[in-house]
Structure formats: structure tokens, C-alpha cells
């Protein structure tokens, strides 16, 4: 049996073609890593760009490594830039309003404009975890630390999953 040439069968059969490719593709990660080949490593960046009344840049570095052997590693890297305005509370006013800080700092207003105050916040954030598979249990151990101007946060996590049914069932 042969198909008719017509352009909707060339564009199923360009989809069907595209669709095994994909599929052909996601399984050669899988297929590559054996027990004897060499540790796989992969560095993502990524990045967050967001603007309103409140702008936010958000760029990431992961980098994972994975083992022959079951073992895993992942660091990752996160810097916030937040810059902006915050309402200070009251409200517009008819007529030119002067508000002073308490620090002393003194901002004039113009008639009907919403009173806000301007901030900036950056933040260093660095993530880390180390994975260890054994027959049916794997043991997890990670660390965080963030840091910005008025903040810090240092902690480590642990974890630990047994697996059971032959790998069908997994109790964390």
C-alpha cells in the first residue's frame, strides 16, 4: 500500500519524523551511561527577568555530576537583584506633601502622587548535595547558604529512601 503524496501527508509524516527523533534522542543519555564509562557532567544556566512596580534579575548556575558508580553531585549558584518601590502607607494627598525619614532624609511629593518608599536587595545563595545509591537505600547529605543585606541562612538537610518491590515502591 502506498500513501498518497498529498501536502497534509508530508506534514504527518514530517511530524511522525520529528516525534521519532525526539524520542530516539531522549534515550541516548540513558543508553551512553554504562557502569564503566566516565563520570557525565552538565552545567545549566538559567535566568529570571521580571519587571512591574518591582524589577527582579534571578540568574542560576547548577552543575551536576553523576558517578558510573551511583554516586551524584549538584552545586548550584543563585544571585537576586531586586529593585523597586514600596508603598509607605499613606495615602495621596491633594497638595505637595515633604515626608522625612527617620534617618532625616526629607522626599517632597507632588499632589496625587502615591507615597513610596525605593529599595534594593541583592542575595547570594549557594546550594549543594551529594547522593550515595546502595542496592535499595540511598542516603542523601546537603547544605545551604543564602546571604543578603539584613538576612543570613546556613543550614545542611539530610535524607534517606529505601526501596522495596523491586524498585516499585520507595519509602523516603
Same mark, same amino acid.
Given at each position: 500500500?502506498?500513501?498518497?503524496?498529498?501536502?497534509?501527508? &508530508?506534514?504527518?509524516?514530517?511530524? @511522525?519524523?520529528?516525534?521519532?527523533?525526539?524520542?530516539?534522542?531522549?534515550?541516548?543519555?540513558? !543508553?551512553?551511561?554504562?557502569?564503566?564509562?566516565?563520570?557525565?557532567?552538565?552545567?545549566?544556566?538559567?535566568?529570571?527577568?521580571?519587571?512591574?512596580?518591582?524589577?527582579?534579575?534571578?540568574?542560576?548556575?547548577?552543575?551536576?555530576?553523576?558517578?558510573?558508580?551511583?554516586?551524584?553531585?549538584?552545586?548550584?549558584?543563585? !544571585?537576586?537583584? !531586586?529593585? +523597586?518601590?514600596?508603598?509607605?502607607?499613606?495615602?495621596?494627598? +491633594?497638595? %505637595?506633601?515633604?515626608?522625612? /525619614?527617620?534617618?532625616?532624609?526629607?522626599?517632597? @511629593?507632588?499632589?496625587?502622587?502615591?507615597?513610596?518608599?525605593?529599595?534594593?536587595? %541583592?542575595?547570594?545563595? @549557594?546550594?549543594?548535595?551529594?547522593?550515595?545509591?546502595?542496592?535499595?537505600?540511598?542516603?542523601?547529605?546537603? +547544605?545551604?547558604?543564602?546571604?543578603?543585606?539584613?538576612?543570613? /541562612?546556613?543550614?545542611?538537610? +539530610? &535524607?534517606?529512601?529505601?526501596?522495596?518491590?523491586?524498585?516499585?515502591?520507595? @519509602?523516603?
Amino acid at each position: 500500500m502506498q500513501l498518497e503524496t498529498t501536502p497534509r501527508t &508530508k506534514y504527518v509524516l514530517g511530524r @511522525l519524523k520529528a516525534a521519532a527523533c525526539m524520542l530516539l534522542a531522549s534515550g541516548a543519555p540513558a !543508553i551512553a551511561q554504562t557502569a564503566d564509562a566516565p563520570p557525565t557532567k552538565q552545567l545549566d544556566v538559567t535566568g529570571l527577568v521580571y519587571s512591574e512596580r518591582v524589577s527582579v534579575v534571578e540568574p542560576t548556575v547548577r552543575f551536576t555530576r553523576l558517578f558510573p558508580n551511583g554516586q551524584s553531585f549538584f552545586g548550584q549558584l543563585v !544571585i537576586d537583584s !531586586i529593585t +523597586g518601590a514600596s508603598p509607605r502607607g499613606s495615602l495621596p494627598s +491633594g497638595q %505637595t506633601q515633604t515626608v522625612t /525619614s527617620a534617618s532625616g532624609n526629607v522626599t517632597t @511629593l507632588s499632589a496625587g502622587e502615591i507615597p513610596m518608599r525605593k529599595f534594593m536587595d %541583592t542575595r547570594l545563595a @549557594l546550594d549543594g548535595e551529594w547522593l550515595r545509591s546502595f542496592k535499595s537505600f540511598t542516603p542523601t547529605i546537603g +547544605g545551604h547558604f543564602s546571604r543578603e543585606k539584613d538576612y543570613q /541562612s546556613l543550614g545542611i538537610n +539530610g &535524607k534517606t529512601a529505601f526501596d522495596f518491590d523491586h524498585r516499585l515502591t520507595t @519509602l523516603t
